[in-house]
């Protein structure tokens, strides 16, 4: 005898996979890791600290 299935939750499986699949596809194309950004972000914030330290006061 057949397996019982819910066709809904098979059809919201169908969809989390194509959304997953869709997203790392698009993380690959345009995006920049969490790591990459924070150190991107620290490299900004410690060029501008260097940058302002060095300004004269008049």
Known sequence: MAEIVNLARVKKQAARTAARAKADENAVKFGVTRTER?????????????????????
């Open 38 to 58: 924070d150190r991107q972000k620290a490299e900004a914030e410690k060029a501008a600290r260097d940058l302002a330290g060095h300004k004269r006061e008049e």
